[in-house]
T-cell receptor
Framework: GAGVSQSPSNKVTEKGKDVELRCDPI?????LYWYRQSLGQGLEFLIY????????KSGLPSDRFSAERTGGSVSTLTIQRTQQEDSAVYLC????????????FGPGTRLTVT | AQRVTQPEKLLSVFKGAPVELKCNYS??????LFWYVQYSRQRLQLLLR??SRESIKGFTADLNKGETSFHLKKPFAQEEDSAMYYC????????????FGKGTLLTVNP
C-alpha cells in the first residue's frame, strides 16, 4: 500500500509569513509523529498524536508552532510568523501504535524561509 | 533525560573494508535501540533493532549495556552502503518518543 505522504515537498516562504505542512499517514496507523531535521542537528521530535488522546506537544520549539490531526488521520503542522531558523526538513512518521517499534517516515517537506 | 551520541559526522572507507559506526546512549532504564538509514533521495527507514538480534544487509549491532553503546558494524562495506545513518533510542514501557543522534554520513569509496 501507499506509504506516508507529505505535501508540499518544497516550500519557500518569506520571513513573517505563516505556512502549513500536511501529512497523510499510512491507513490504519494510529500514531503520528512530526520531527524536524536540521543540517548537522539530526532529528528533533516535535509532536506526537495517538488516537483520540491529547497530543504530546513537548517538542514544539515555540508557540508559533502548532499541529492538529483531524479524524485521527491527516495532520497539519502550522508555523506562524516564520523565522529563518525555522528552515529545515520537516518529517512526518506513523506507526500502528505507540508500542510498535517501527516508525514509517514520509519524504519530508523542505522549508526555506528567506 | 535520553541522549544519543554519534561521535562521527563523517566516515569514509574503501569498498571491502570493515566499517563501524559508533553510537553511545544515555538512559537510566532499559532502552530499545535502533539504527535508521537514509539513502540518497530516499526516505528514512528502519535498518535494524537490537531486540531482533538480526543482520540486515550484512549489518549487525550489539547492545552493550556496560559501555552504553550500540555500534553498527559490517565486515565488508559495499558502495551501496553509502548513506546517512542515525542511531535512535526509545525508552522502555509507554515511552513512545524516539531520540535520534545527529547522524553519521558513511561514504564507501570504490
Amino acid at each position: 500500500g501507499a506509504g506516508v505522504s507529505q505535501s508540499p515537498s518544497n516550500k519557500v516562504t518569506e520571513k513573517g509569513k505563516d505556512v502549513e505542512l500536511r501529512c497523510d499517514p499510512i491507513s490504519g496507523h494510529t500514531a503520528l509523529y512530526w520531527y524536524r531535521q536540521s543540517l548537522g542537528q539530526g532529528l528533533e521530535f516535535l509532536i506526537y498524536f495517538q488516537g483520540n488522546s491529547a497530543p504530546d506537544k513537548s517538542g514544539l520549539p515555540s508557540d508559533r508552532f502548532s499541529a492538529e490531526r483531524t479524524g485521527g488521520s491527516v495532520s497539519t503542522l502550522t508555523i506562524q510568523r516564520t523565522q529563518q531558523e525555522d528552515s529545515a526538513v520537516y518529517l512526518c512518521a506513523s506507526s500502528f501504535g505507540p508500542r510498535v517499534v517501527e516508525q514509517y517516515f514520509g519524504p519530508g517537506t523542505r522549508l526555506t524561509v528567506t | 533525560a535520553q541522549r544519543v551520541t554519534q561521535p562521527e559526522k563523517l566516515l569514509s572507507v574503501f569498498k571491502g573494508a570493515p566499517v563501524e559506526l559508533k553510537c553511545n546512549y544515555s538512559y537510566s532504564g532499559s532502552p530499545e535501540l535502533f539504527w535508521y538509514v537514509q539513502y540518497s533521495r530516499q526516505r528514512l527507514q528502519l535498518l535494524l533493532r537490537h531486540i531482533s538480534r538480526e543482520s540486515i544487509k550484512g549489518f549487525t549491532a550489539d547492545l552493550n549495556k556496560g559501555e552504553t553503546s550500540f555500534h553498527l558494524k559490517k565486515p565488508f562495506a559495499q558502495e551501496e552502503d553509502s548513506a546517512m545513518y542515525y542511531c535512535a533510542l526509545k525508552g522502555g514501557g509507554s515511552n513512545y518518543k524516539l531520540t535520534f543522534g545527529k547522524g553519521t554520513l558513511l561514504t564507501v569509496n570504490p
